[in-house]
């Protein structure tokens, strides 16, 4: 009897395992569809634009005209059915600054290739408008919510391109707004865009463009940038109103740009103002535009140790602006380093200044684009003298052989009240006319005083 109770016992356990391995199961089925779905549903969306959009898109290419080669390539979309279509400045800045050295020629996704035609370009948010040999045509067209900025954070994205001359190709992403600290309008996109595919769009779920294509960050992952869309319905209406250059001469209409883009941020540079900063027994200046990115760095703690304290903070705008491939402009940039001396005589402090060098300028000086520098050195007092230390300073400047009127200069002022401390001042600014130059320069050496 007691075995026979066992064993019903064991039975009953058993049939009570099983059925909530049943149950488990069960739910399993229930929770494991439900993913494979939403799955095929993801990968169903990114095939219905594929597939409905490819036909819009081309394959922008750069030719060299004596050797018939292309220099360059990237991406562009049809947003017009007479033809015209949206890409990145930089895919064409060849062809437009050299346009008896290149030519302009497109391969559409059913493999027809023809000359494209520049009309139009927007140096500051990197597009450009061209036009195809063929009318009748089907296009994209913008999503409203991207075009008024109202596009939520974390929509499903998806980024069409020729990546590295491969085919055509669409990359899922994220949407995550515009990036903070940039002057420039530049959209967070968490997805693979990758070199060719510049100048492609970046639609919604319903094949409507949010953005397009423009770079990534590298060293990074899926940290790639679009421009917003409302920048290419601009200049899509400003093109189709007639306002292109009449004579074709882009590299005229470059400078022009440039010299438009410059006066607008440093008209926002100075409606920005400025906040006071103090190193020791000094105070100077760092912008306050919120698209600054200041960093510091000292050597206290090394090993040995130094016979000098230094301490520097450099304060960069997120301005850069691509004119050619050899050729990013548009920095602005603050230095202050606050250097006090340990154990070093004055002789020997100011062997240890005269190493801060004169200029800082980024990246290398091209022969092609600028002319030499010129420095002016000078001794300043700034009145009244009772509030500013006395200055050695530094001036120096370059200008852009083909853009009238626009300049690099660099700006150092060294502190003269003190043989064993010092801050050294530095201003940085490239594309900058010389009244914008001349005037915050002078703002700038007038910042700095004796901290109270």
């Known amino acids: ?96 600054l050299e346009p008896k050295t290149y030519r302009l020629e497109y391969t559409s996704a059913d493999g027809h290739i023809g000359p ?14 061209v036009k195809i040999d063929r009318g009748d045509q089907p296009f994209l067209k913008f999503d409203d919510r991207a075009a008024s900025g109202t596009l939520p954070n974390g929509e499903r994205l998806y980024s069409m391109g020729n990546p590295l001359d491969l085919g055509f190709t669409i990359v899922e992403g994220t949407y995550n707004g515009l990036v903070d600290r940039s002057y420039t309008e530049r959209i967070h996109f968490s997805g693979a865009v990758n070199p060719g595919m510049s100048g492609g ?35 899509l209406k400003r093109v189709q109103d007639g ?82 491939n050899d050729l990013t402009t548009g920095l602005v940039r603050i230095g202050q380093t606050y250097l006090q001396s340990t154990d070093l005589n004055q002789f020997q402090f100011a062997s240890l200044l005269s190493e801060q060098g004169l200029t800082e300028w980024s990246g290398r000086w091209s022969r092609r684009w600028q002319t030499p520098q010129r420095c002016t050195e000078d001794f300043v007092a700034v009145m009244p003298s009772s509030e500013h230390p006395p200055l050695r300073v530094v001036w120096c400047s370059r200008a852009y052989r083909d853009f009238e009127g626009i300049y690099d200069t660099s700006l150092m002022a060294v502190t003269q009240d003190d043989g064993k401390r010092a801050l050294v001042s530095r201003l940085i600014l490239q594309s900058v006319s010389y009244d914008n130059a001349v ?7 007038e910042a700095v005083q004796w901290a109270k």
């Open 243 to 324: 306002n292109i250059p009449t004579d074709g001469d882009f590299r005229a209409e470059i400078g022009r740009q440039l010299n438009a883009w410059q006066a607008e941020l440093y008209k926002t540079m100075a409606d920005d103002g400025f906040r006071a900063s103090s190193f020791g027994p000094y105070r100077a200046v760092e912008s306050a535009a919120p698209w600054f990115t200041c960093w510091a760095q000292t050597n206290a703690g090394r090993i040995p140790k130094p016979r000098a304290d230094v301490s520097s903070t450099t304060c960069n705008g997120e301005t850069q602006l691509f004119i050619a």
């Open 1 to 96: 009897m007691k075995v026979a109770v066992l064993i019903r016992r064991m039975r009953s356990l058993c049939a009570a395992a099983v059925l909530i391995a049943a149950m488990t199961a069960l739910f399993i089925g229930w929770t494991k569809p439900g993913a494979a779905q939403s799955s095929r549903q993801s990968s169903s969306v990114a095939e219905y634009i594929y597939t409905s959009a490819r036909p819009q898109l081309l394959q922008v290419r750069t030719l060299v005209i004596s050797a018939g080669r292309q220099s360059s390539i990237g991406s562009g979309f049809l947003v017009s059915a007479d033809g015209l279509a949206i890409t990145n400045y930089h895919v064409i800045s060849q062809f437009a």
């Open 439 to 445: 005037a915050l320069s002078k703002r700038f050496i």
């Open 116 to 129: 494209l035609q520049l009309l139009g370009i927007d140096l500051a948010n990197d597009l450009a408008m």
């Open 201 to 235: 769009p970046t639609v919604t779920g319903e094949t409507r463009i949010a953005g397009i294509n423009v770079a990534k960050r590298l060293g990074s992952d899926l940290v790639s940038f679009l421009v917003p869309a409302r920048h290419a319905v601009t200049l």
